[in-house]
């Protein structure tokens, strides 16, 4: 999952703004991707965030800073349960946004707060075993098994459907453009081509691992389109 951006409370000139560091006072103009120095100006907050998320039993994972001032991708642990995993997909939204007003900032998961600025959104990474434990999309060939290629023939297929619940709402559409990171057709691609940018376009990644075995391991990722309870700002 991926959590956005942090806003301060406020606007300047009309117009939202990244959120002063608690250090120095000074708002972020522009990020460092993966940057240490950005998660350190919003240490307090994060640490309170996964104290938090501790109590309610949130698998929250690692974090990291993003393209946009402020905003920062954090990770959800996956579970069997998909139906548990949404509730903390939620629950976590909910505590992101409650201890971002008590640090004096309001958190946000909308997808395109700042016109030139990257937006947020989510991964959403699926993979299926059987009842031996065997990934069922794993497969010698880089291009995956027949079922994950019927997997994501069947993602394709229904994308368009799904837009109401991915996308609700206008600001949603504000992502779609070329070069945004952000999907603009039902397309796939696998990690395995030359370019990761053109991979990172689609809408279906197919995610190849050799942790598991000594052929890849195919797992499709569903790009969300911005707006999913995954991206934060504050």
Not at 47 to 63: N, S
Not at 66 to 86: C, F, N, V, W
Not at 129 to 144: V, Y
Request: charged share 20%; aromatic share 6%.
């Amino acid at each position: 999952m991926r959590a956005g951006i942090l806003s301060g409370r406020g606007r300047i000139d009309g117009c939202a703004a990244a959120a002063p560091c608690t250090r120095t006072g000074e708002r972020q103009t522009r990020n460092e991707v993966y940057g240490l120095a950005e998660l350190h100006e919003v240490d307090a907050y994060l640490r309170d965030l996964y104290a938090v998320c501790d109590v309610q039993g949130l698998p929250l994972e690692g974090a990291i800073s993003e393209y946009s001032p402020g905003q920062i991708e954090l990770t959800l642990a996956h579970k069997p349960d998909a139906l548990r995993a949404a509730d903390d997909a939620v629950l976590y939204k909910r505590a992101a946004k409650g201890i971002a007003l008590n640090h004096g900032m309001e958190a946000t998961f909308m997808a395109k707060p700042f016109a030139d600025c990257a937006g947020s959104g989510l991964h959403i990474h699926v993979s299926v075993e059987d009842r031996d434990g065997r990934n069922i999309f794993a497969d010698a060939d880089p291009a995956g098994s027949p079922a994950l290629r019927h997997a994501i023939g069947g993602l394709r297929e229904t994308l368009a459907d799904t837009m109401a619940i991915l996308a609700p709402n206008a600001n949603s559409y504000r992502r779609f453009r070329a070069n945004s990171y952000a999907p603009t057709s039902p397309s796939w691609g696998s990690t395995t081509v030359p370019s990761p940018c053109v991979c990172r376009q689609a809408a279906l990644r197919a995610v190849t691992s050799n942790t598991a075995s000594p052929a890849p391991t195919p797992t499709p990722i569903w790009r969300s389109p911005p707006c999913w309870p995954a991206s934060t700002m504050v």
